[in-house]
């Protein structure tokens, strides 16, 4: 019996008096057994009811492991057929948890990147993998992935990947927020693709447009060479360098350079320009054999064009040469003087640096053309542009402006120092002989730019320098002087070329007394200092330097008539 149902019957019995000594009616019991069967029926409802629930509960139960059941083979196949997506579109994903590090990735990531199968779960993806915008982009924050992520609709790009033991490429990449929008911090997932064959073949085609263009608009070789190297870094993101044929001659090239004889890991290919070898173009990337081959074919597209280049400079710099260089004798022109002399004397204002200029003549020419003919005097022009390149420096300009006539330009020269270096040139032409011609001497006249005047008036001061040198014995070197100017301003043109004036009668018998000539011109110029020095007026002065050009005249032999 049960536990309550007795504790039941005890309250029943001690209500109806049963359990007392007097003997309980029929009445009484009755009621007794009435409230019995009336307890049963109770009870008997209350098994029924709890049995009609468990047999529910376990029917719902049932059903609801069938749904989960089902459920969890739904889910299953779900995620195998996405997989099975995933691994069919080639792409890799990557899932980077909160905390920055890696939680998962797909097989196409790790193959793309190189990196064993989990070699990248719990990792930061940054210090596995290198990505970095191709293009610059001040909004790329590679060492926070999730936080990027957060932006507004994300993030996608174009970027270059590369991995420590993976081939380097570019990949379109997205990265999203993964979880619910309440979540302070949440994973996200990075999708990329490998686009590298793609996006080089766009970049390669603009690149070689770009080229082209600065070839067809007559670009000098350095500005193309430069423009090449920097298309190249940014199509394969490696060091690139064009360098002399057989290693580089620049002991300042990269050392990475120094390997292209010894180290065949570096891609190079030769620039050839009307059959000679011109250069090499190198890149410096380690990696597989079909994608240095490709390289490889890329450079030769690019020598193609460096190569056009290097010919229309080539061509370009003759035409220039044309135009500027005398035929004869290599030196400038004389527009290519006159292009030089302004630009000097613009330099020369602008710094207030001295310009110096010296014109010379050979003297007596006209007599080895007539006496030895033409070619003779054009072996004598080459032989005096010879002597006197070889006394100028690096930064002057000589040039020839006339027949026998010759500019010599010195920036940052004062009067003085281009004295001197004139000196030494007229030392150098008489101290040896010429070819057919023998011995011969030249005439020099000297000036200084003086700030505010033209490249014109230089010139027609060192001409007139060089009149008086001429004038005055020649085989001399005369400086412009104020004393200068005034001498020529009192000098009578008629009677200076009269040949009866000491002037006129010295350059008659010239041919037959240069060395008496010579001897009255030194003679004359001491004189005509030490006068100076005393403080003669210039005509007293221009009348000693006659007497001292005739004194020595009557030991020469005139000329017949």
Known sequence: ?????????????????????????????????????ATYGDIDRE????????RIASLEMEEMARRVTEASDR???????????????????????????????????????????GGLVGRALADAVHIAPVDED??????DLPALAAAA?????????????????????????????????????????????????????AALERLSRAVAEGAPTARVVACAADELVTLFGVRALVVPVGGPADPASPSWVKRLSADRTLVNVTVSVDGEAWGDIVLDMPGADDARGEARQTLARFGDLMALAVANDRARQSLVALATTDALTGLRNTRAFRQRLAA?????????????????????????????????????????????????????????????????????????????????????????PFPVAGMLTASFGAAAWHPGGSGDELVERA???????????????????????????AADPAADASPASPEGLLEL?????????????????????????????????????QACLVHDLALAEPPDG
Request: glycine residues 10%.
């Open 509 to 545: 018998v010239a041919a037959r007394a240069d060395q008496h000539a010579a001897h009255a011109v030194r003679v004359g110029r001491l004189a005509d200092t030490i006068a100076e020095r005393v403080g003669w007026a210039p005509q007293d002065r221009r009348r000693l330097l």
């Open 344 to 432: 000097e004397a613009e330099f020369a204002l602008g710094l207030g640096r001295p310009l110096s200029l010296v014109v010379l003549d050979i003297d007596l020419f006209k007599g080895v053309n007539d006496v030895h003919g033409h070619p003779a005097g054009d072996a004598v022009l080459v032989e005096m542009a010879r002597r006197l390149g070889d006394s100028a420096r690096a930064d002057d300009c000589v040039a020839r402006i006339g027949g026998e006539e010759f500019a010599w330009l010195m920036p940052n020269t004062d009067l003085l120092s281009a004295m001197e270096a004139a000196e030494r040139a007229r030392e150098d032409v008489r101290g040896a």
């Open 463 to 489: 001409d007139a320098a060089l009149y008086w040198a001429k004038r005055h014995g020649r085989d001399a070197v005369f400086p412009h002087t104020d004393e200068l100017a005034a001498l020529l301003a």
């Open 138 to 143: 001040p909004s790329w924050r590679g060492d």
């Open 75 to 117: 889910v299953a196949a779900e995620r195998d057929r996405l997989a099975a997506i995933l691994g069919s579109l080639g792409d890799g994903v990557i899932v980077i948890g909160p905390g920055g590090a890696v939680e998962s990735a797909n097989p196409e990531a790790h193959g793309l990147l190189g990196v064993a199968a």
């Open 1 to 37: 019996m049960p536990e309550g149902f007795h504790a039941l019957l005890t309250r029943q019995l001690t209500r109806e008096k049963l359990g007392q000594a007097t003997p309980p009616g029929a009445a009484a019991w009755a009621r007794f057994l009435g409230r019995i069967s």
């Open 153 to 205: 609709g994300g993030y996608t790009g174009v970027m270059r990947v590369a991995a420590p033991h993976g081939t380097p490429f570019v990949a379109d990449l997205a990265l999203r927020e993964l979880g619910d929008a309440d979540d302070a911090r949440r994973a996200c997932v990075v999708v990329f693709r490998d686009v590298t064959d793609t996006w080089r073949a766009g970049r390669e085609r």
């Open 47 to 54: 098994r029924y009811v709890y049995e009609r629930s468990m």
